[in-house]
């Protein structure tokens, strides 16, 4: 599965590398992470990594393989 998890701002180049697994681009006021999600374990992990870091989370879908 792939996913994509919109936040609010701009993240960091350090910041964006607490998400080694996924891709990323700053647009419009936000910064899109997107990659290969593996089960939702690993999209919990996600989410929660948002939010110890601080990240106001906007959207999160599943792309279209």
Request: proline letters at 5%; a negative charge; aromatic letters at 6%.
């Amino acid at each position: 599965m792939r996913y994509e998890i919109r936040v609010d701002g701009h993240m960091s180049e350090t910041l964006a590398q607490a998400f080694p697994d996924m891709e990323h681009v700053v647009m419009s006021g936000q910064t899109v992470l997107f990659g290969p999600v593996l089960d939702e374990a690993h999209l919990y992990g996600l989410l929660a990594r948002c939010q110890s870091l601080g990240l106001r989370v906007l959207e999160m879908r599943q792309l279209p393989e």
